[in-house]
């Protein structure tokens, strides 16, 4: 007799977790939560390579101001009077040349102007 009711109350045991355990399974894979775990996993990863990104422009930074140091980029320009920088030089690229009466477009023909 209590081997029967042994028996039959860890098979009604078992049965209610195998129950509880499919009935969350099914839960989990409804179309909403389906979105919201697609959604939680995007927003975790937006996450990731905002970190990622943050990582690579610190470290960036840094390398940049090691090779300024080494190369003597930091140092002030010596002082020299009277230097200024030259004028900008203008191009046929520019647009249309006017003349009086006359417009006429000049046509460049560099290939790396663009680039």
């Known amino acids: 007799m209590f081997r029967r009711t042994f028996w039959f109350t860890a098979g ?3 049965g209610v977790w195998a129950t509880t355990k499919v009935n969350r399974k099914l839960k989990q894979l409804t179309p ?3 979105a919201a775990q697609a959604a939680n996993k995007a ?3 937006g996450h990731r390579l905002k970190d990622f990104a ?3 422009r610190a470290n960036m930074l840094q390398r940049e101001a090691e090779l300024g140091e080494a190369l003597g980029l930091d140092a002030p320009p010596p002082a020299e009077a ?3 920088l030259p004028a ?3 191009g046929n690229a520019l647009g249309p040349r006017t003349t009086p009466g006359k417009t006429t477009y000049s046509i460049s023909y560099n290939r790396n102007e663009d680039h």
Do not use: W
Request: avoid cysteine; glycine fraction near 6%.
């Open 88 to 90: 900008p030089r203008r």
């Open 43 to 45: 927003v975790e990863t």
């Open 54 to 56: 943050l990582d690579v």
């Open 12 to 14: 009604a045991a078992a």
């Open 82 to 84: 009277g230097r200024e």
């Open 32 to 34: 909403e939560s389906l």
